[in-house]
């Protein structure tokens, strides 16, 4: 019913940047809000940041100010720009969004993955 395809992460410097894509496709109404989790190793899974259909933004303090979401509506598709990367910022990146559905009911949909590896 609904797919999400995340682009790919990489090796990146310290200091560095990086953009994820993230294209949601399928049948569906909307999608309401749209973002990212992260997981690494030994440490909690997080949600990096967050945008609803109306732009409004969330993003978790180990980010802020370097990290920017962004949606475009019309191609369903929501972006990350990571600045300033910190090899703290190792993990496995997840992209999600909550879908209304034509029947009326909300599902959740995953993308499928990508690492992000920063070297100190």
């Known amino acids: 019913q609904v797919l999400l395809e995340e682009s790919e992460g990489g090796l990146m410097q310290s200091g560095g940047s990086l953009r994820l894509s993230c294209v949601a496709s399928?049948?569906?109404?909307?999608?309401?809000?749209m973002g990212w989790f992260r997981q690494a190793p030994e440490k909690q899974r997080e949600l990096v940041a967050k945008i609803l259909s109306d732009g409004t933004t969330d993003y978790a303090d180990s980010v802020k100010g370097r990290f920017t979401i962004s949606r475009d509506n019309a191609k369903n598709t929501v972006l990350l720009q990571m600045n300033s990367l910190k090899p703290e910022d190792t993990a496995a990146y997840y992209c999600y969004g909550a879908a209304l559905l034509l029947t009326g009911h909300s599902y959740t949909a995953w993308g499928q993955g990508t690492q992000v590896t920063v070297s100190s």
């Open positions: 399928g049948t569906f109404r909307s999608i309401g809000a």
